[in-house]
Nanobody
Framework: QVQLQESGPGLVKPSQTLSLTCTVSGDSIMTSNYAWSWIRQSPGKGLEWMGV???????DYSPSLKSRSSISMDTFRNQFSLQLSSVTPDDTAVYYC??????????WGQGIQVTVSS
């Protein structure tokens, strides 16, 4: 069975860079046709797709976040990471890492709460 686990800081100061890591067990992040996504949710908003990195290393991002976002892979540790720069309180949310096959989101991490505050 595939499991995903988010890790990173729960509190980040405004203007800093948020860095989150997703550790994957039970499968390789280089398995053909898989995509690895970051999705977040904050109060009063729906789920927001942030970006994705494919099994071959190609990445794509939400237009609203593209200028601040970077997703990378560490194949040795079987991890993928999110960096979100210049954060504001509006970036406070629960962040999820997710595995997708075609258009289906098959497996989710439990989510990690991130608060942006001084």
């Amino acid at each position: 069975q595939v499991q995903l686990q988010e890790s990173g800081p729960g509190l980040v100061k405004p203007s800093q860079t948020l860095s989150l890591t997703c550790t994957v067990s039970g499968d390789s992040i280089m398995t053909s046709n898989y995509a690895w996504s970051w999705i977040r949710q904050s109060p009063g908003k729906g789920l927001e797709w942030m970006g994705v990195i494919n099994f071959d290393g190609r990445s794509d991002y939400s237009p609203s976040l593209k200028s601040r976002s970077s997703i990378s892979m560490d194949t040795f540790r079987n991890q993928f990471s999110l960096q979100l720069s210049s954060v504001t309180p509006d970036d406070t949310a629960v962040y999820y890492c997710v595995r997708a096959l075609l258009s289906e989101y098959e497996y989710w991490g439990q989510g990690i709460q991130v608060t942006v505050s001084s």
